[in-house]
Nanobody, 119 residues
Framework: QVQLVESGGGLVQAGGSLRVSCVAS????????MGWYRQAPGKQRELVAT???????NYLDSVKGRFTISGDNAKNTVSLQMNSLKPEDTAVYYC?????????????WGQGTQVTVSS
């Protein structure tokens, strides 16, 4: 079994910064991509940022230039540095790991960490 353990998050004023991190542990599998998704109350979960094992990144348009995703393949970790935060960034942020095991694709989710941005 694979576990994704998230840390960071919290409460910050608009314009401030936060960092969320995630480490994958447990049974081994080949990680293809890790990333962060978020879900605000009453809204669908949306992709925030992803990073592949070769370092390619992808961002939600509304966070480009403010958020930076980074990863460490050796440690199976992914972090999201969030700057210039806005109230609309308030959501539960979920870590995601996508990869392969035994020839098939597999995906795992963390339990989520709350990010609250006050105006």
């Amino acid at each position: 079994q694979v576990q994704l353990v998230e840390s960071g998050g919290g409460l910050v004023q608009a314009g401030g910064s936060l960092r969320v991190s995630c480490v994958a542990s447990g049974s081994t599998f080949r990680i293809i991509r890790m990333g962060w998704y978020r879900q605000a109350p009453g809204k669908q979960r949306e992709l925030v940022a992803t990073i592949t094992s070769i370092g390619s990144t992808n961002y939600l348009d509304s966070v480009k230039g403010r958020f930076t995703i980074s990863g460490d393949n050796a440690k199976n970790t992914v972090s999201l540095q969030m700057n210039s935060l806005k109230p609309e960034d308030t959501a539960v942020y979920y870590c995601n790991a996508f990869g392969m095991r035994n020839g098939g694709y597999i995906e795992y989710w963390g339990q989520g960490t709350q990010v609250t941005v006050s105006s």
